[in-house]
């Protein structure tokens, strides 16, 4: 007489050994509000999913901000630099021409 064990997979999981992972059929990135941020990615993992923020983002995936790249000086001391979301613009003050992170005097 055999008895025969009925066994239960975690979320996320199916299979006879709970060995697939669900993600089309249980929709895990999309069931789960946890990233909830405008700039969050949600990564399906194995049974599971993980938060990250976008590039020129920072954060813990479930709340993401903008980068202030300007905050690292990484413009010329002769531009002014504007943050913008996910990136940053170097623009050289009156007197000056180039890149914005490179300046130089312009002779008239």
């Not at 999309?30 to 990250?52: P, R």
């Not at 479930?62 to 979301?85: G, K, L, V, W």
């Amino acid at each position: 007489n055999s008895q025969w064990s009925i066994c239960k997979c975690s979320e996320g999981l199916y299979g006879v050994f709970c060995e697939e992972d669900c993600d089309d059929c249980l929709g895990e990135c999309d069931l789960h509000s946890n990233c909830n941020s405008q700039w969050s990615i949600c990564n399906n993992t194995i049974g599971s999913f993980q938060c990250s923020c976008e590039t020129g983002f920072s954060g813990n995936g479930t709340e993401c901000s903008d980068i202030d790249e300007c905050a690292d000086n990484i413009c010329s001391p002769h531009a002014t630099c504007t943050n913008t979301q996910e990136s940053y613009r170097c623009t050289c003050k009156p007197g000056f021409e180039g890149t914005g992170r490179a300046c130089v005097y312009r002779h008239l």
